[in-house]
């Protein structure tokens, strides 16, 4: 009886571990396509970059660490609610880990921007790449899921990736908020501790896979 109990507590903790490190689906991911276009007489909204960030998430054997990231700026075109085409640029040097403090926070964003002599190239290298860029080339509706296509540039190289989001419009604001997925980092060269690039890393690698969730308001105007 006393094993029986045990063994459903173990497959009650694995249950939990697995939701708890559970990442969002993965973006389709494919070579760059031509920026969307939009009619002249669409509607403009500007994005309102004090209410729009992007949260990131990597992932590791011991656990995870998570941030957020600005955006500088950014414009949609709009017509009938529909999103048409538009582009944001994101601010790399704004880069924020937020599950640290201290020290630990220090170290890990000064690695992450690229900003410790020796480690600039290990990921972003915010002196060399200060902005990255995402711009629509379509969008869709499947199973009731707006899915927004766009080239995402990262370190100078493009990838062109498809999520889901939902888009709202009330009055002269619009939301675009999209599901968490992730994207794999070594597509854009972002090869610090990865298991498919390196050999005999242990358990000391860092998953390719890095989860996003991006929240934008935009204003018309």
């Not at 700026?73 to 709009?78: A, D, E, H, L, Q």
């Not at 070594?186 to 990865?194: A, D, E, L, R, V």
Request: aromatic share 8%.
């Amino acid at each position: 009886m006393k094993k029986q109990v045990l063994n459903i507590f173990t497959v009650l903790a694995l249950g939990l571990a697995v939701v708890g490190c559970k990442k969002g689906a993965e973006a389709d991911t494919s070579e760059v396509k031509e920026a969307a276009t939009s009619e002249s007489s669409s509607s403009k909204y500007a994005v309102n970059t004090s209410e729009s960030t992007i949260e990131w998430k990597g992932f590791k054997p011991t656990g995870s660490h998570n941030g957020t990231i600005n955006l500088d700026s950014g414009t949609f075109s709009v017509t009938d609610n529909t999103l048409e085409s538009g582009t944001f640029i994101i601010d790399m040097t704004s880069i924020n880990s937020t599950d640290l403090e201290g020290d630990q926070k220090a170290n890990l964003d000064a690695h992450l921007k690229g900003t410790v002599e020796g480690k600039e190239g290990d990921f972003f290298n915010v002196a060399k790449f200060p902005n990255a860029a995402f711009e629509i080339t379509g969008t869709t509706v499947e199973n009731g899921k707006t899915m927004i296509s766009g080239n995402l540039a990262l370190k100078g190289i493009k990838n062109n990736i498809t999520f889901p989001a939902t888009i709202t419009n009330t009055g002269d604001v619009m939301t675009i908020i999209s599901e968490a997925f992730t994207i794999d980092r070594t597509k854009w060269s972002i090869n610090y501790g990865s298991k498919s690039i390196f050999d005999n890393l242990g358990d000391k690698f860092i998953n390719d896979d890095m989860e996003l969730k991006i929240s934008i308001t935009a204003k018309k105007s």
